[in-house]
């Protein structure tokens, strides 16, 4: 069974930066595809950013996050600058069972938990 924990999330200042970090157990995840989503209250989930064969971003946060892992130790990684109070939302990271990202939620099978950002005007 795969479990997925995230961290790093909490509050900052707009204009500030925050390092979120997803650490998959119980299988090893260097072939598979990552993705971060968010979720602001009221809101559906969003995608954020996938790698997994290629790289790709939400417009929203092009040139302002940036997604990378360290498969030796199963960690992915989102780093956050420049962040706005839009973007505050719960985020989660997901695992699909297939090389290549997508956007879509469905096509990911393994959640976390998720961990909070607050940005304050």
């Known amino acids: 069974q795969v479990q997925l924990v995230e961290s790093g999330g909490g509050l900052v200042q707009a204009g500030g930066s925050l390092r979120l970090s997803c650490a998959a157990s119980?299988?090893?995840?260097?072939?598979?595809?990552v993705g971060w989503f968010r979720q602001a209250p009221g809101k559906e989930r969003e995608f954020v950013a996938g790698?997994?064969?290629?790289?790709f971003y939400d417009d929203s946060v092009k040139g302002r996050f940036t997604i990378s892992r360290d498969n030796a130790r199963n960690t992915v990684f989102l780093q956050m600058n420049t962040l706005k109070p839009e973007d505050t939302a719960v985020y989660y990271c997901?695992?699909?069972?297939?090389?290549?990202?997508?956007?879509?939620?469905?096509?990911?099978?393994?959640w976390g938990q998720g961990t909070q950002v607050t940005v304050s005007s």
């Open positions: 997901a695992l699909r069972l297939s090389t290549w990202a997508t956007r879509a939620r469905r096509d990911y099978a393994y």
């Open positions: 790698n997994g064969g290629v790289t």
């Open positions: 119980g299988r090893t995840f260097s072939s598979n595809a």
